[in-house]
């Protein structure tokens, strides 16, 4: 299947992708709402950094579609919703997508829509879950040529946090990776490996389906670009970063030198002298 929405998201020259994550609010969690407290404004200021796609829920979309002009970055949309990042955890976990959403991103006129596949410790009912709300997107997606994003999410029980937390082991994101390619994936989120040097391995599981790689906690300017730089050259072809930008002091400026790096190479310690340039 041709899927021509896809040149929406990957520069026409780089054949990367920097796609800006602000679905947060979608799973009900109070911690994931800073920084994106305003949505209209958040918007504003992205649009105006202008990174190749914005990933929003049904119920935010139209913030980024109902802007005029063709040169907006690209939707993805999120399609589904879980409890898993709760503290503490609910008795109940769960995980559930729109029944309509391939035909809510259609009507979007999204480039392609996203949804979990989750691995949490002793709970394969969520994991049964996330399978299958891959399956049900897959085949309208196939029917609608609506590229699939599937964001295989190892996690490691976090006791002390009251959550679940990311599971960086590489054999683990290895085969979930591999999983979420074998139920048909059209792109992949990852997560970076603990081990960045293995990340080739995560791009190899993933075939011919081009990986992105999610961003996940706050971390330090640095840390996130030296990672950056460190996935891309193990073949990754560009990013999925959410907190790391819109709770970042000057968004526009990281997003400024992540765009610069994953589109043109920049090294990471000319990428952080671009932050708080222009």
Do not use: W
């Amino acid at each position: 299947m041709s899927l021509y929405r896809l040149n929406r998201l990957f520069h026409s020259s780089s054949g990367r992708c920097l796609d800006v994550a602000v679905d947060h609010g979608l799973f009900g969690e109070p911690s994931f709402l800073a920084g994106i407290e305003d949505m209209a404004e958040t918007i504003d200021v992205l649009v105006a950094a202008g990174p190749d796609a914005i990933q929003l829920t049904p119920g935010q979309a139209a913030l980024l579609q109902s802007r005029p002009g063709r040169e907006k970055p690209a939707l993805v949309l999120r399609t589904d919703v879980a409890n898993v990042y709760g503290n503490p955890l609910d008795e109940h976990l769960f995980s559930r997508h729109f029944p309509d959403a391939v035909e809510q991103a259609v009507r979007l006129d999204a480039a392609c829509v996203v949804a979990n596949l989750l691995h949490l410790p002793g709970r394969p009912d969520v994991r049964e879950a996330c399978i299958g709300t891959v399956m049900a997107l897959r085949a309208e997606c196939v029917r609608y040529g609506i590229p699939l994003m599937v964001e295989p999410l190892v996690m490691r029980e976090n006791s002390v946090a009251g959550g679940y937390m990311v599971d960086g082991d590489t054999t683990k994101v290895v085969s979930l990776v591999r999983q979420a390619r074998e139920l048909g994936a059209d792109l992949i989120k990852a997560d970076p490996t603990d081990n960045l040097d293995d990340y080739h391995l995560v791009v190899q599981a993933a075939g011919d389906v081009p990986v992105l790689v999610r961003g996940g906690g706050k971390v330090s300017d640095a840390e996130l670009l030296y990672r950056t730089a460190a996935v891309l050259s193990q073949g990754a072809r560009g990013v999925v970063y959410g907190r790391n930008i819109i709770q970042h002091a000057n968004p526009a400026g990281i997003t400024r030198a992540l765009l610069a790096m994953v589109h043109y190479d920049c090294p990471p310690d000319k990428a952080l002298s671009l932050i708080e340039a222009g």
